[in-house]
């Protein structure tokens, strides 16, 4: 599952009550005293422009206060639709294209928000979390679980052991590579994390996301709870080639990991329990730091992939999965990735792609906003795909299936 690249920009606007006591703040901090010693002629010019400033205001609120009621309707309607979709679907129902919501999100159009206003602050119950990096997940993972991640000599080591898992999973050389040239841009390393290009100094993740297929820290949590015990086997079956050293190194990794597994189920299998994990809890935030490794690496950024493989079959189509259908399923999770992949292809030019995500991950998501409809969306995801698989980083994974 994602939070769907996959976890803000929505105005929430004050009640009524609210929204006439910050109205009359705004009309009484617009109107500035006047001193005593004033001209008399001057007096009247102060509270005129006052009075210009809140009418500015009230304007600006009231704009988007029927904006914000515009927006929360139709994104209720998305996630009534859905709903209805899914019942179809448990009942071998078939979908039509006015199961869809088939007009766009408003857009804002009133007046831009007056100079110097400054909007009421949201009293959220939680603080907002500062977005942890790499070195974060390090240091949880060596406090919590004593655990460095044996990290590759070279990023050809890395490439060789994923496309080893990947093709033994199953999955397709060309599947691999278009979904890493997509995530990464074609370059990508196996610790890049979203946000930091390369070496670049003082750039700031922008979500949690690393490594070929980009999994964010939820992920991480979620495969180990669900798949803990298929990678402590596989992780035990390597152990066998090994020497004496090697294979006791490799025991002690196996007996972390267990520690790690042990940790994802002390809270039912569910996303949004392993998010709270990932995000709030330092053992959660160390759990992250496996993605690094030469071993567990491969067998978790494989499994997400495989997992979508597994939905689509499970749900009937038994066909391969061409790359950009997987990503879809990577890049909206498995339910709606699958929703996208189903649709017959008359309709993908007239559903938007707002159906198939949540308003605030979709107010993130560029491409999902930029393309507009099912059908754009899925070209401009393979034309990315085909242009970064160009790329130097791209066609070295290639070389390694």
Not at 208 to 214: E, L, V
Not at 229 to 257: C, H, Y
């Amino acid at each position: 599952m994602r939070a769907t690249h996959a976890d803000s920009a929505a105005m929430i606007l004050p009640s009524t009550q609210q929204f006439g006591w910050l109205l009359a703040v705004a009309l009484c901090v617009a109107a500035p005293s006047l001193a005593q010693d004033a001209p008399e002629k001057e007096r009247p010019a102060a509270p005129a422009a006052g009075h210009h400033r809140g009418g500015a205001v009230e304007a600006y609120l009231r704009a988007r206060r029927a904006y914000e009621n515009e927006a929360s309707a139709y994104w209720q309607s998305v996630v009534d639709k859905r709903r209805a979709r899914n019942a179809k679907r448990r009942n071998n129902e078939a979908v039509v294209l006015d199961d869809y919501v088939l007009t766009q999100p408003p857009l804002y159009t009133g007046p831009p928000q007056p100079p110097g206003y400054i909007p009421p602050r949201r009293d959220p119950t939680e603080p907002a979390l500062p977005i942890p990096g790499i070195a974060d997940f390090l240091k949880a993972a060596a406090e919590q679980y004593s655990f460095t991640p044996d990290r590759p000599k070279t990023e050809a080591e890395f490439k060789q052991a994923y496309a080893k898992v990947a093709t033994a999973a199953g999955l397709t050389k060309e599947q691999a590579v278009r979904i890493y040239a997509f995530e990464t841009g074609g370059n990508g390393t196996y610790d890049g994390q979203a946000g930091i290009v390369g070496s670049r100094k003082g750039g700031r993740p922008i979500s949690p996301a690393m490594g070929y297929n980009q999994l964010l820290s939820t992920n991480t949590v979620s495969l180990l709870a669900e798949h803990g015990d298929k990678f402590v086997t596989a992780l035990e079956k390597s152990a066998e080639s090994l020497g004496e050293t090697g294979r006791k190194a490799m025991e002690r990794k196996v007996a972390t990991l267990k520690k790690m597994i042990a940790f994802t189920r002390t809270v039912p299998n569910a996303w949004t329990e392993h998010d709270k994990l990932a995000k709030t809890t330092p053992g959660g935030m160390g759990i992250h730091a496996a993605v690094l490794d030469r071993d567990i690496g491969p067998l978790l950024q494989t499994q997400k992939l495989l997992d979508s493989v597994l939905f689509a079959r499970m749900k009937g189509t038994m066909r391969p999965l061409t790359a950009a259908e997987l990503e879809l399923m990577n890049f909206t999770g498995d339910g709606n990735g699958y929703d996208l992949i189903t649709m017959p292809q008359e309709m993908r030019d007239k559903v938007p792609t707002s159906n198939f995500f949540q308003r605030s991950g979709y107010e993130r998501n560029p491409i999902a906003r930029r393309t507009g409809t099912v059908a754009a969306l899925v070209n401009a995801i393979e034309s990315k795909m085909d242009n970064a698989s160009q790329a130097q980083g791209a066609k070295e994974l290639a070389e390694a299936f």
